[in-house]
């Protein structure tokens, strides 16, 4: 008879527990933006005005909101006022063409749309779907601002509705998809506290750590380590993009825990912390993706910035594990990047018949664990595959070292990761495809010194007349810009490479496009 209370007193929440720092320190500053900063009280005070504007609007619990904004504080507040009434928030990524970004939205409906000045032209001039509804959209500045002063008061105590709860779920951030179109990845409010516990254990992160959310927001990095420092009582130090001379003045100004830094920027930040001469206040953990980045400069911008170098392996699915154990320690030039698993999962090596492979034998990443994801949106097939026997199924093949350590592979499903961007041949293909004049095209990765890799193009032809600029004119009009082919390269129809079934063999158009 008590399991409903009970259920209720361990209930947190993304937003009740913001709401905890708030009360606990009204006056520490939580969010630094340019020229502007907010105390928690302030912050909380504009959260609480930004909910009663939603829910007099007719915002519920479960209903899906979307952003499209470059980072400001307003994409916080809207965060945190979604998290108090229920609702999501479906981040858009401003990167991407206009046909993408139709489809993103079309796939979750929103019932109101939010944006900057900056993408409101663009946001107006997207196509929509037949089927569906008209976008009402908010513009970030005196638009927003009337909004929030025309609000209802809340009470203090009502500023979180009691019936969220952690699984509900709270934000929904963009994967690239096999059939090349992006799925929706819903995070919940029980992974979103789960991620920041995890990182806060395994790097010995404090409250009072402060993150720079330079990164974009629809991204999880920033957006995981974002609300995280929120819930715990730090700063967020809001950054508009790869900023690296301001990027160098807050690390010499604030005490960091985690410093994103991203391949295809290690290099030129450590040149702007060398040029500079930055002495940093701190940091406890810097980078991602260290498989991509050169390991010179790895060892490079870790004596620079005074702090490890992450060897983790995770994914917008699962946050910073499974893999989010082990750091290449300062000023080292790494010979090997085994992988230690984080304690806070558990994972198996699966062969093609979803079989436990034995240690030394590659097998497919799966995992399971309280910083999962609640699935794809709207996506039921995809979900009954990707969680099939009660295990998230990630794509990507490790073997099991005799130590326990893990060593990457391949990835099950042919992906390039470009500059902290994912990409699916499938995406780049399927606009070439839609030309009348190309009979075949296959996109694989070559590696880049900047970016990690970029996706080169083989197109076979009708015609012989059709030039690659035609093709990457396309492209440039369907495709964000980091999905862009660096190359079209024309062969034959004949010289696919292809297995016993037909399928075309990327490895070997690879060794033809280094």
Same mark, same amino acid.
């Given at each position: 008879?008590? /399991?409903?209370?009970?259920?209720?007193?361990?209930?947190?929440?993304?937003?009740?527990?913001?709401?905890?720092?708030?009360?606990?320190?009204? /006056?520490?500053?939580?969010?630094?933006?340019?020229?502007?900063?907010?105390?928690?009280?302030?912050?909380?005070?504009?959260? !609480?005005?930004?909910?009663?504007?939603?829910?007099?609007?007719?915002?519920?619990?479960?209903?899906?909101?979307?952003?499209?904004?470059?980072?400001?504080?307003?994409?916080?507040?809207?965060?945190?006022?979604?998290?108090?009434?229920?609702?999501?928030?479906?981040?858009?990524?401003?990167?991407?063409?206009?046909?993408?970004?139709?489809?993103?939205?079309?796939?979750?409906?929103?019932?109101?749309?939010?944006?900057?000045?900056?993408?409101?032209?663009?946001?107006?001039?997207?196509?929509?779907?037949? %089927?569906?509804?008209?976008?009402?959209?908010?513009?970030?500045? %005196?638009?927003?601002?009337?909004?929030? /002063?025309?609000?209802?008061?809340?009470?203090?105590?009502?500023?979180?509705?009691?019936?969220?709860?952690?699984?509900?779920?709270?934000?929904?951030?963009?994967?690239?998809?096999?059939?090349?179109?992006?799925?929706?990845?819903?995070?919940?409010?029980?992974?979103?506290?789960?991620?920041?516990?995890?990182?806060?254990?395994?790097?010995?992160?404090?409250?009072?750590?402060?993150?720079? /959310?330079?990164?974009?927001?629809?991204?999880?990095?920033?957006? &995981?380590?974002?609300?995280?420092?929120?819930?715990?009582?730090?700063?967020?130090?809001?950054?508009?993009?790869?900023?690296?001379?301001?990027?160098?003045?807050?690390?010499?100004?604030?005490?960091?825990?985690?410093?994103?830094?991203?391949?295809?920027?290690?290099?030129?930040?450590?040149?702007?912390?060398?040029?500079?001469?930055?002495?940093?206040?701190?940091?406890?953990?810097?980078?991602?993706?260290?498989?991509?980045?050169?390991?010179?400069?790895?060892?490079?911008?870790? !004596?620079?910035?005074?702090?490890?170098?992450?060897?983790?392996?995770?994914?917008?699915?699962?946050?910073?594990?499974?893999?989010?154990?082990?750091?290449?320690?300062?000023?080292?030039?790494?010979?090997?990047?085994?992988?230690?698993?984080? +304690?806070?999962?558990?994972?198996?090596?699966?062969?093609?018949?979803?079989?436990?492979? +034995?240690?030394?034998? +590659?097998?497919?990443?799966?995992?399971?664990?309280?910083?999962?994801?609640?699935?794809?949106?709207?996506? &039921?097939?995809?979900?009954?595959? &990707?969680?099939?026997?009660?295990?998230?199924?990630?794509?990507?093949?490790?073997?099991?070292?005799? &130590?326990?350590?893990? %060593?990457?592979?391949?990835?099950?499903?042919?992906?390039?990761?470009?500059?902290?961007?994912?990409?699916?041949?499938?995406?780049?293909?399927?606009?070439?495809?839609?030309?009348?004049?190309?009979?075949?095209?296959?996109?694989?990765?070559?590696?880049?010194?900047?970016?990690?890799?970029?996706?080169?193009?083989?197109?076979?032809?009708?015609?012989?007349?059709?030039?690659?600029?035609?093709?990457?004119?396309?492209?440039?009009?369907?495709?964000?810009?980091?999905?862009?082919?660096?190359?079209?390269?024309?062969?034959?129809?004949?010289?696919? +490479?292809?297995?016993?079934?037909?399928?075309?063999?990327?490895?070997?158009?690879?060794?033809?496009?280094?």
């Amino acid at each position: 008879m008590f /399991a409903s209370v009970i259920n209720q007193a361990s209930g947190s929440t993304v937003a009740s527990l913001f709401v905890a720092q708030a009360r606990r320190a009204p /006056a520490r500053v939580a969010i630094v933006d340019g020229e502007r900063s907010l105390s928690y009280g302030a912050l909380a005070d504009r959260v !609480r005005r930004l909910a009663s504007a939603l829910a007099a609007r007719g915002v519920q619990r479960g209903a899906t909101l979307a952003i499209l904004s470059e980072n400001r504080q307003e994409y916080l507040e809207l965060f945190l006022a979604a998290a108090s009434v229920g609702a999501i928030v479906a981040c858009q990524s401003w990167r991407l063409a206009p046909p993408e970004l139709s489809h993103c939205l079309d796939l979750v409906a929103p019932t109101l749309v939010f944006c900057s000045p900056r993408h409101a032209a663009a946001l107006a001039a997207l196509p929509r779907g037949a %089927d569906a509804p008209a976008r009402a959209a908010i513009v970030f500045g %005196d638009e927003y601002e009337r909004l929030l /002063a025309g609000a209802p008061r809340r009470e203090v105590r009502a500023a979180v509705a009691p019936e969220v709860t952690p699984e509900d779920a709270l934000l929904i951030l963009y994967t690239s998809g096999t059939t090349g179109l992006p799925k929706g990845a819903v995070i919940s409010h029980r992974a979103e506290i789960i991620r920041n516990l995890v990182v806060r254990a395994e790097y010995g992160l404090q409250p009072s750590d402060a993150f720079v /959310a330079w990164s974009p927001l629809y991204h999880m990095g920033a957006a &995981d380590n974002a609300l995280g420092t929120l819930m715990s009582g730090g700063k967020v130090v809001i950054v508009d993009g790869f900023d690296r001379a301001r990027l160098a003045e807050v690390v010499a100004g604030e005490q960091l825990g985690i410093l994103l830094l991203m391949p295809g920027m290690v290099s030129a930040f450590a040149g702007e912390l060398e040029a500079r001469g930055v002495r940093p206040k701190g940091v406890k953990i810097c980078g991602v993706m260290a498989d991509l980045v050169p390991p010179a400069e790895i060892a490079r911008v870790t !004596r620079l910035v005074g702090a490890p170098y992450g060897n983790t392996f995770g994914a917008t699915e699962t946050g910073w594990p499974p893999c989010s154990s082990n750091s290449i320690p300062i000023g080292v030039v790494p010979t090997r990047l085994s992988k230690e698993q984080s +304690p806070s999962c558990e994972i198996k090596l699966v062969g093609p018949d979803d079989v436990e492979v +034995p240690d030394g034998l +590659p097998g497919e990443l799966c995992m399971r664990g309280p910083t999962l994801f609640s699935g794809y949106y709207r996506a &039921d097939a995809v979900n009954a595959h &990707d969680f099939r026997g009660g295990w998230f199924h990630m794509g990507d093949v490790f073997v099991r070292n005799p &130590d326990g350590t893990l %060593d990457f592979v391949d990835r099950l499903k042919y992906l390039i990761k470009s500059g902290g961007e994912n990409i699916y041949p499938a995406e780049i293909e399927r606009v070439l495809l839609s030309h009348p004049r190309v009979a075949e095209a296959a996109v694989v990765r070559r590696p880049d010194p900047r970016w990690g890799e970029v996706p080169v193009a083989f197109v076979a032809r009708h015609d012989p007349e059709l030039a690659a600029e035609e093709l990457l004119g396309l492209c440039r009009a369907q495709l964000a810009g980091y999905k862009q082919p660096k190359e079209i390269r024309f062969i034959a129809a004949e010289e696919f +490479p292809r297995s016993a079934s037909g399928k075309i063999q990327r490895h070997h158009l690879e060794e033809k496009a280094r």
